[in-house]
């Protein structure tokens, strides 16, 4: 069953966003652009990586299913190309790909960025 995005707490992950993202500036600094690379793993079995890739395709996210990192679980990663380096940018980017991941059966397992 996928998770009801009304149940879901988009303040605490935007919080923990824009902790990470000053961590990461005060202590290595970011780039001003990058690929921004969101994570998002199955919360059951039968969660389908291929309809949630598809609305987020159409969004300009280019995914990828990564069936197993390492002994990691299955994940999708779904990236924004060539993106201005913000906290907010990052976040409006994930806001929108978190809402579709839950209506997919999957859910938030964070954020990345590739210059």
Not at 45 to 57: M, Q
Not at 68 to 92: F, K, N, R
Not at 94 to 105: D, I
Request: charged share 20%; with cysteine; hydrophobic share 40%.
């Amino acid at each position: 069953m996928s998770q009801n995005t009304a149940s879901h707490d988009f303040a605490a992950q935007q919080a923990e966003t824009f902790a990470v993202y000053a961590d990461l500036q005060s202590k290595h600094g970011l780039p001003e652009v990058a690929d921004v690379d969101y994570f998002f793993v199955p919360t059951s079995d039968e969660a389908d990586w291929r309809p949630l890739a598809d609305v987020l395709s159409r969004q300009d996210y280019v995914c990828q299913y990564i069936e197993d990192d390492e002994g990691e679980g299955p994940y999708l990663m779904a990236t924004l190309p060539e993106q201005a380096v913000s906290a907010s940018s990052i976040w409006i980017g994930e806001e929108v790909a978190t809402q579709a991941a839950l209506e997919h059966g999957f859910a938030p397992d964070g954020w990345g960025l590739e210059a």
